[in-house]
């Protein structure tokens, strides 16, 4: 069974940074995408970013230029460094990973103060 771990969620000041992690475990295939996702209260959850196994990535415009979305694919590892956040990019961030279906991490809580 395939398992998500996220980690690196935290409270952090306006024009601060953040880097979250995300392994998976209990697979020796690679993900064929990984991507993290975000959803604050009372807001559906949403694309942050997204790489696939190629490299081709994907951004939320809302991100575009702050976030960077990376892997280390030997780990089943992906990273998104978050730059000059926002209060608006409060919000429980999830790990997603594809294998022959979707996994989901349990979230982790990023809280940018004003």
């Known amino acids: 069974q395939v398992q998500l771990v996220e980690s690196g969620g935290d409270l952090v000041q306006a024009g601060g940074s953040l880097r979250l992690s995300c392994a998976a475990s209990g697979t020796i295939f690679s993900a064929n995408r990984m991507g993290w996702y975000r959803q604050a209260p009372g807001k559906q959850r949403e694309l942050v970013a997204s790489?696939?196994?190629?490299?081709?990535?994907n951004y939320a415009d809302s991100v575009k230029g702050r976030f960077t979305i990376s892997t280390d694919n030997r780990e089943n590892t992906v990273y998104v460094q978050m730059n000059s956040l926002k209060p608006e990019d409060t919000a429980v961030y999830f790990c997603?990973?594809?294998?022959?279906?979707?996994?989901w991490g349990q979230g982790t809580q990023v809280t940018v103060s004003s």
């Open positions: 997603n990973m594809y294998f022959n279906r979707d996994y």
């Open positions: 790489i696939t196994k190629s490299g081709r990535t």
